[in-house]
């Protein structure tokens, strides 16, 4: 990690400081304590469904030898950020300058400009935005930076853009209020409080290790090739696709610059689409990923609003071993569209101690 004189010149960026729906950071207590009590023994981790990395970041700076994978990109580059480096492979005193060089750079009128202006975010945020990704395109062209250093870089621009984003923390929709008030008097959010602040890049603050990794793809497909421990699985839960919900930044991350379509400007993603997220497809995904594991522990969260029923995990479970069951309550966003109200939900962490061998 950068050295400490450089770390008081610019902000600390966290993996958990971004809007993620179902990330399980308000659960990590709830989840390290089940690991920690079903599997004293464990030294590797497996997150096939690492999302927004918390729960990643969290057992590599425990220790554990991580590996994690994500079907998104932007996700896999985040994930590579915080926990995929390996020391040294980020000359941090360098870095850290460029990233103030880029925070200094003026907005330019390009993609970001033209797709995103003045609807996920301010015209000017989304030209600093175009700047920014150009130039970090330039540096990786001329092979100024590494790869590791590249991940860092997008990763900070993305966590910087999500915090300035017109949305309500995801990416379906963008708000329709720019120029008002963040909040009605009837409750209703407008406007997030930092969408006119101007976008500023930060420090992410990462764990490096020589064992970890991090894999692109469908959990499904790597599952067999993830030979752990302990398997944490943490699939969608709902019909709603998580490419839909942060095309934005995936686009940002991938800049391949591809041509939009509706008000809510969307790319061609139907290759991104997860089979776990349909309701037909979900509970065969489970059953075949559940089949193809090779870990000591299967450790699956899941809350009881999932599209998968019970009985359809368990008798996925009790193929490779006996099952327990383990819940915690807790509140989540989610009373109406732009309401910023909570209710209560319960996460479930099925466990599985795994005595079968898999079926591939």
Known sequence: MAAPELLTRLKPVYVQNRKYIGSKYHLLDFIAGVVAERAPGA????DLFCGSGVVASYFAARGMRVAAADNLYHNWLAARCFVGGRPGQVDWRRLVPIIEELNELPPADGYCTR??????FTVQNAGRIDAIREAIADLVARRCIRPQEEA???TSLLYAADKVANTCGQYDAFLKHLGAEPYSAEGVHRVDAMVYKPIQLGLPQVVEG???RVLLGDATDLAATMACDVLYL????NTRQYVDNYHVLENIARWEKPELHGKT????RDPLKSGFSMKRQAPLQLDRLIGRARAGHIFLSYNNEGI???EKIIQALERRGPV????????IFGNGAGRSVRRPIEERLFCCRVVHPPTL
Request: proline share 11%; no cysteine; aromatic share 20%.
């Open 43 to 46: 030294r590797s981790f497996g």
């Open 115 to 120: 797709e995103y202006g003045g609807s996920y």
């Open 152 to 154: 860092v870089l997008i």
């Open 210 to 212: 020589p064992g970890n």
């Open 234 to 237: 943490d699939p969608p839960y």
């Open 265 to 268: 400007r969307k790319f061609a």
């Open 308 to 310: 998968v029923p019970d």
């Open 324 to 331: 327990e069951v383990f819940t915690r309550s807790y509140a």
